[in-house]
């Protein structure tokens, strides 16, 4: 029996732990008897709440420890170590401490508007904004890293049959993931595999392929390939060198959206005795590869993570663990200060640029819970095991 007086415990509360010993009989016994005894059991997330409503952490460092339970690879698992340290959090605090200087700045104008907005004082103005606007970019820089190491991001092969994009599955994952021959259509629904590249989490999803058909269960599959591109964060577009013609037009252009991350991929160049290489133009990137050789494999793992936008340096400076929700108000800060920064070049409407000052200081602080709707705790909370 360990007994934690509050506020020196997890919660801030007093705490007492009991530790039973034998298995999990035993260890029924002991739980049945403390319901008995007027105990209940916890929800989940339930003590991290607590400590989080008793002020021991703020609602950041409640994330990050289901951040850390859910990690998939070491560098995840220290971004959100990170977080749970308070780097995310100091940083939004750093920012909020430099809106509300800014803004005593601009509510003084506002109050004694006998005093004239003199050069002076519009480039002390401007000067601060500008600095505030860098470091949120800073930090929004940061949270994406860290958003992509938590979530990772999602492709999906896609292509007419028998292009190889079982092929390239297998080659990526580096196991036998799909089922190969030479058969059109082999591929009847979707297969995902989950790889690590540069410490950044990569789902592959392999897909039936895109042709007319009259086959009903391969229309499931091609339903099921057109869902998986819509959710994609990019998409491989591959085509069969061996037979296709620069000038020719691509059957699957069609079914990916135009608006919609893709890499064209040029598959079997084993077959023309061609070598590897990239080929970039200011509307598409295309690689030609060798899914059957694993030539040029390599080229294509590193051109994903420039398109995901990967820059993860190993020291992990700079980088937090970041949900969807951070990178939302981050974002919707950022749009903020740029209006504010409008209104400067526009006779400095003072009013107008306190109130996006404002709005953008309320973004930042439902990041650490300043600022937080009952109904978002909930959400927060309730994706926790039980026992944090």
Not at 184 to 213: C, W
Not at 317 to 345: K, P, V
Not at 353 to 368: D, F, M, N, P, V
Request: net charge negative; glycine share 6%; aromatic share 4%.
């Amino acid at each position: 029996m360990l007994y934690f007086p509050g506020p020196h415990s997890y919660t801030g509360e007093d705490v007492l732990e009991l530790h039973g010993h034998g298995g999990p009989a035993v260890m029924n016994l002991l739980l049945k008897s403390c319901l008995s005894a007027g105990a209940r059991l916890a929800q989940p997330g339930e003590f991290t709440l607590r400590a989080y409503l008793n002020n021991k952490i703020d609602l950041v460092q409640a994330e990050s420890v289901a951040a850390i339970i859910e990690a998939s690879t070491h560098e995840a698992a220290r971004c959100a170590v990170n977080s749970l340290q308070g780097h995310f959090s100091a940083r939004i605090e750093a920012l909020v401490s430099l809106l509300i200087t800014l803004r005593m700045l601009i509510e003084a104008t506002l109050d004694f508007p006998e005093d004239e907005l003199d050069n002076l004082k519009t480039l002390q103005i401007r000067e601060k904004l500008d600095h505030i606007v860098a470091q949120l970019e800073q930090t929004l820089a940061g949270a994406r890293q860290g958003n992509l190491l938590q979530e990772g991001i999602r492709i999906v092969l896609a292509g007419a049959p028998n292009v190889g994009k079982s092929s390239l599955l297998n080659q990526l994952v580096e196991e036998d993931a799909a089922i190969v021959t030479e058969i059109p259509g082999t591929t009847r629904d979707t297969i995902q595999r989950t790889i690590i590249l540069g410490g950044m989490p990569i789902h592959i999803v392999d897909t039936a392929g895109l042709r007319e058909t009259v086959d009903i269960v391969e229309q499931k599959g091609i339903e099921r390939t057109l869902a998986a591109i819509k959710h994609a964060n990019l998409v491989l577009r591959l085509l069969d060198s061996s037979q296709h013609q620069p000038a020719a037009p691509d059957p699957i252009k069609q079914y990916i959206p135009n608006d919609k991350p893709q890499i064209t991929v040029f598959n079997k160049i084993d077959l023309r005795n061609e070598n590897p290489k990239i080929e970039e133009d200011e509307h598409n990137s295309s690689i030609h590869l060798s899914a059957k050789t694993g030539a040029g494999i390599e080229l294509l793992r590193q051109k994903i993570l420039h398109l995901a936008g990967w820059q993860f340096n190993h020291a992990g400076e700079g980088i937090f663990m970041a949900r969807q929700r951070h990178l939302e108000a981050l974002t919707l800060a950022s749009a903020h200060l740029q209006n504010a920064q409008e209104y400067t070049e526009n006779e400095y409407q003072l009013e107008l640029i306190a109130e996006e000052l404002k709005l953008a200081q309320t973004a930042l602080s439902t990041i650490t819970g300043q600022f937080t709707a009952d109904d978002l705790l909930g959400k927060i909370f309730s994706h926790f095991c039980i026992g944090k």
